[in-house]
């Protein structure tokens, strides 16, 4: 969950609050009409979540996958089950 909240607090600044927290009570103190999901906030966050996870899942696989032998016609090749038999655990 810490990623989560960095990436959250990043969107915050790149939007011109100080914090994720501080966005929101902005917000909601001005009752501006607009929410935090109107501006495409929460989407942001969403977006740079999932390339995150999806980049942290993708070394992880390539950290275990295996090569097999090099083979004359083809060159070397990744065993595609040690990929995806590896376990996933995110530190997110």
């Not at 607009?34 to 996870?53: H, L, N, P, T, W």
């Not at 390539?62 to 530190?91: F, R, W």
Request: net charge negative.
């Amino acid at each position: 969950m810490r990623k989560l909240q960095k990436i959250k607090d990043q969107v915050a600044r790149d939007n011109g609050y100080e914090s994720w927290e501080d966005a929101a009570q902005y917000l909601t103190y001005s009752n501006y009409v607009a929410s935090i999901e109107d501006d495409g906030m929460v989407d942001e966050v969403a977006r740079r979540y999932a390339k995150a996870v999806a980049e942290d899942a993708l070394k992880m696989a390539a950290e275990s996958a295996t090569v097999n032998q090099y083979q004359h016609d083809h060159g070397a090749t990744v065993d595609k089950q040690s990929i995806l038999s590896t376990p996933i655990n995110l530190d997110l």
